[in-house]
């Protein structure tokens, strides 16, 4: 009797709240119907719960987070890229409009990608349910990220071919040498032109490696170039092995290959600072020319050189984030991770430019003559200097070992922003884990065949034609519309309190620093982007594309055109689909289109201490047409209570 009657008044408390439950439900049913989704509230308590996609890894430590991001930025421009520019855009002068784009266009991007996916927890594509009018957003960053993939292995292969010939004592392309006795005696009578042309160096990598003697041009590929192939076949299955267990296994392989290049860094620049000549190639480095201030180019170099560095607009900074937990303090990471990565880039020029300086020494020739870019620094100018030094097999063993590691880090960044997009569009493959091994399995198999038009004798008319327009006005206007869609579509001040909330203790500094950041998303880094792409289109359309004497045909400029524009359109045709997937006039669409999904705050759940973000919101899977409101939140918090 006394336990009947301890159990009636519970009874009906638990009846008011189904009751109350029930017409809450039936109100939420009427509203969802009105916005065209067809659901009956009394179907709601009897159906079973839906399931629930595979939950997301997250890094194992923080250390895997920063090591991945900063061997992701750190990578081969560090090495070829910034110490030509810097010599060739005034020397020291050149750090001015460099380390002014950094910071009002390279770390508030960078904060702003970060944030973007370690907030939303999703992939470059599925994380857009923040604002579903700019999805196109994402998969452009996908196009740029495949063009990137396609050809940043084919360095890798090249390094490969390099570090396996480097075992060979005399070095293949040294004066040592016996094949290469009477080059070395050509190039020691003369600077001529046509001696430079005949140097051991160049000989090696125009005909051993890349067989481009054998090419007419853009269109003459020529056959593949076997060994080249097999050094991009082996690549590959290294990529696929880091990577087939996600970030457990690829955040465990960086703790060798983020570190290790700084490991070489160091040991050339103290081998460098012993050597004679040394002081004269640092000097060329970093003397200043105070008049290049005024050159538009200087300034856009800067640019383009952050954009190359940090990896910004490519997918792979979000996919990262997206692994981290909830309350990470992601301004630090931002801080930590673009200034380490700039000062890399910078300490990387010592150890260059001092090996070439001993070059020219031997030589006696301007360090000028001996400087180069891109790949010619890489591959001819600083191999030669390697093979001057003592225990040259030595050293360019590591030195080519660190250009792999650097290859490998960045395009475990660029393939993880592609894996990450497809797993969160498609979370069935998550669940799967043989599934998941077979889409990146076919995957890499796939850019392995695409990359074989890139080894081809021609290929590397192909390699540079992609190179020079991949990374270009396409990703500048990915990378712009990422910042006005968030600053004024979602909301810059909903966006900086997002990042509050990810901060649980936001110490004082952190939300003075995104005062900052918030007038550069708002002004300063649109109207920079602004001004690079004006003069990207300028430079393009008066600037003729050439690969050594070769000069680019109109068809290939064009094609190239149309590759960046490929990424770039993606936001124009998936906006329009946005707005035709909603009803009303087209102001109504515009307005519904920007609205987050209901699904958008869902994603935080690794939050610590706050039950009210633990609480899933109800699912409603009508993209572009529902909303949450204050008052959902409210009521799924009271229902939540009530059945507790």
Same mark, same amino acid.
């Given at each position: @009797?006394?336990?009947?009657?301890?159990d009636?008044?519970?009874?009906?408390?638990?009846?008011?709240?189904?009751?109350?439950?029930?017409?809450?439900?039936?109100?939420?049913?009427?509203?969802?119907?009105? *916005?065209?989704?067809?659901?009956?509230?009394?179907?709601?308590?009897?159906?079973?719960t839906?399931?629930?996609?595979?939950?997301?890894?997250?890094?194992?430590?923080?250390?895997?987070?920063?090591?991945?991001?900063?061997?992701?930025?750190?990578?081969l421009?560090?090495?070829?890229?910034?110490?030509?520019?810097?010599?060739?855009?005034?020397?020291?002068?050149?750090?001015?409009?460099?380390? %002014?784009?950094?910071?009002?266009?390279?770390?508030?991007?960078?904060?702003?990608?970060?944030?973007?996916?370690?907030?939303?927890?999703?992939?470059?594509?599925?994380v857009w349910?923040?604002?579903?009018?700019?999805?196109?957003?994402?998969?452009?960053?996908?196009?740029?990220?495949?063009?990137?993939?396609?050809?940043?292995?084919?360095?890798?292969?090249?390094?490969?071919?390099?570090?396996?010939?480097?075992?060979?004592?005399?070095?293949?392309?040294?004066c040592?040498?016996?094949?290469?006795?009477?080059?070395?005696?050509?190039?020691?009578t003369?600077?001529?032109?046509s001696?430079?042309?005949?140097?051991?160096?160049?000989?090696?990598?125009?005909?051993?490696?890349?067989?481009?003697?054998?090419?007419?041009?853009?269109?003459?590929?020529?056959p593949?170039?076997?060994?080249?192939?097999?050094?991009?076949?082996?690549?590959?299955?290294?990529?696929?092995?880091?990577?087939?267990?996600?970030?457990?296994?690829?955040?465990?392989?960086?703790?060798?290959?983020?570190?290790?290049?700084?490991?070489?860094?160091?040991?050339?620049?103290?081998?460098?600072?012993?050597l004679?000549?040394?002081?004269?190639?640092?000097?060329?480095?970093?003397?200043?020319?105070?008049?290049?201030?005024?050159?538009?180019?200087?300034?856009?170099?800067?640019?383009?050189?952050?954009?190359?560095?940090?990896g910004?607009g490519?997918?792979?900074l979000?996919?990262?984030?997206s692994?981290?937990?909830?309350?990470?303090?992601?301004?630090?990471?931002?801080?930590?991770?673009?200034?380490?990565?700039?000062?890399?880039?910078f300490?990387?020029? !010592?150890?260059?430019?001092?090996?070439?300086?001993? @070059?020219?020494?031997?030589?006696?020739?301007?360090?000028?003559?001996?400087?180069?870019?891109?790949?010619?620094?890489?591959?001819?100018?600083?191999?030669?200097?390697?093979?001057?030094?003592?225990?040259?097999?030595?050293?360019?063993?590591?030195?080519?070992?660190?250009?792999?590691?650097?290859?490998?880090?960045?395009?475990?960044? *660029? @393939?993880?922003?592609?894996?990450?997009?497809?797993?969160?569009?498609?979370?069935?493959?998550r669940?799967?884990?043989?599934?998941?091994s077979?889409?990146?399995?076919?995957?890499?198999?796939?850019?392995?065949?695409?990359?074989?038009?890139?080894?081809?004798?021609?290929?590397?008319?192909?390699?540079?034609?992609?190179?020079?327009?991949?990374?270009?006005?396409?990703?500048?206007?990915?990378?712009?519309?990422?910042? %006005?869609?968030?600053?004024?579509?979602?909301?810059?001040?909903?966006f900086?309190?997002? %990042? %509050?909330?990810?901060?649980?203790?936001?110490?004082?500094?952190?939300s003075?620093?995104?005062?900052?950041?918030?007038?550069?998303?708002?002004?300063?880094?649109?109207?920079?982007?602004?001004?690079?792409?004006?003069?990207?289109?300028?430079?393009?359309?008066?600037?003729?594309?050439?690969?050594?004497?070769?000069?680019?045909?109109?068809?290939?400029?064009?094609?190239?055109?149309?590759?960046?524009?490929?990424?770039?359109?993606?936001?124009?045709?998936?906006?329009?689909?946005?707005?035709?997937?909603?009803?009303?006039?087209?102001?109504d669409?515009?307005?519904?289109?920007?609205?987050?999904?209901?699904?958008?705050?869902?994603?935080?759940?690794?939050?610590?201490?706050?039950?009210?973000?633990?609480?899933?919101?109800?699912?409603?899977?009508?993209? !572009?047409?529902?909303?949450?409101?204050d008052?959902?939140?409210?009521?799924?918090?009271w229902?939540?209570?009530?059945?507790?």
């Amino acid at each position: @009797m006394q336990g009947d009657g301890g159990d009636a008044t519970p009874a009906s408390a638990r009846g008011a709240a189904a009751a109350a439950s029930a017409a809450q439900n039936s109100a939420r049913g009427q509203t969802v119907a009105h *916005n065209g989704y067809n659901s009956t509230a009394d179907s709601r308590p009897t159906s079973p719960t839906p399931p629930q996609p595979p939950a997301r890894e997250q890094w194992d430590g923080k250390y895997e987070f920063l090591l991945s991001c900063i061997g992701y930025c750190v990578g081969l421009g560090n090495v070829w890229r910034f110490p030509y520019l810097c010599y060739r855009n005034g020397g020291g002068v050149f750090l001015i409009p460099y380390f %002014i784009m950094l910071f009002f266009t390279g770390v508030p991007l960078f904060l702003m990608e970060l944030s973007l996916g370690q907030y939303g927890a999703a992939g470059p594509i599925t994380v857009w349910k923040c604002c579903p009018l700019l999805k196109g957003i994402g998969i452009g960053m996908l196009c740029v990220s495949t063009l990137v993939c396609l050809y940043y292995n084919v360095i890798i292969a090249w390094t490969f071919y390099y570090l396996g010939s480097s075992f060979q004592s005399p070095l293949p392309w040294s004066c040592d040498a016996i094949g290469n006795a009477a080059l070395c005696g050509n190039t020691s009578t003369g600077n001529s032109s046509s001696a430079r042309s005949l140097s051991p160096t160049e000989i090696f990598w125009n005909e051993r490696v890349l067989g481009v003697v054998n090419s007419d041009g853009l269109h003459d590929p020529g056959p593949v170039r076997w060994p080249l192939a097999l050094c991009l076949l082996a690549a590959w299955v290294i990529i696929f092995l880091c990577m087939l267990k996600g970030i457990r296994s690829s955040g465990k392989v960086v703790y060798v290959t983020a570190t290790f290049p700084y490991f070489v860094l160091v040991v050339l620049i103290i081998r460098g600072a012993t050597l004679e000549g040394s002081l004269g190639g640092v000097a060329f480095y970093l003397t200043p020319d105070w008049g290049r201030l005024a050159n538009a180019q200087v300034w856009n170099d800067a640019a383009s050189q952050i954009f190359y560095s940090l990896g910004i607009g490519v997918g792979g900074l979000l996919s990262m984030a997206s692994y981290n937990k909830f309350d990470n303090n992601v301004i630090r990471d931002t801080l930590v991770i673009t200034i380490g990565n700039c000062s890399t880039s910078f300490f990387a020029g !010592f150890a260059i430019f001092s090996i070439l300086g001993h @070059m020219a020494w031997r030589k006696g020739v301007p360090v000028a003559e001996v400087a180069d870019t891109g790949p010619g620094l890489a591959f001819v100018a600083y191999p030669e200097a390697l093979a001057l030094l003592p225990g040259s097999v030595f050293w360019s063993i590591l030195f080519f070992l660190m250009l792999f590691m650097l290859g490998v880090d960045t395009l475990f960044g *660029n @393939m993880e922003g592609i894996t990450t997009a497809v797993l969160d569009e498609f979370p069935q493959l998550r669940g799967n884990t043989l599934h998941k091994s077979m889409f990146l399995g076919a995957l890499c198999f796939c850019f392995y065949l695409m990359g074989l038009l890139l080894v081809t004798d021609g290929g590397i008319y192909w390699f540079t034609l992609i190179d020079s327009f991949s990374t270009s006005f396409g990703l500048i206007i990915i990378t712009l519309f990422m910042c %006005i869609g968030i600053s004024f579509f979602y909301g810059v001040n909903q966006f900086c309190q997002d %990042i %509050i909330d990810m901060i649980c203790q936001c110490p004082p500094w952190c939300s003075k620093v995104l005062l900052y950041f918030k007038a550069c998303w708002v002004f300063c880094t649109p109207f920079l982007l602004l001004f690079i792409l004006t003069y990207i289109f300028i430079e393009m359309y008066n600037t003729p594309l050439h690969y050594g004497s070769y000069v680019y045909p109109r068809w290939g400029k064009a094609l190239g055109v149309c590759m960046g524009a490929t990424c770039c359109l993606q936001i124009l045709i998936w906006a329009i689909v946005a707005i035709c997937n909603e009803t009303g006039t087209l102001k109504d669409r515009f307005q519904k289109a920007i609205r987050p999904l209901n699904s958008w705050r869902v994603n935080n759940l690794n939050s610590t201490g706050r039950v009210e973000e633990r609480v899933e919101p109800e699912r409603v899977e009508a993209p !572009f047409t529902v909303t949450l409101t204050d008052t959902d939140f409210t009521g799924m918090r009271w229902e939540s209570a009530s059945y507790a």
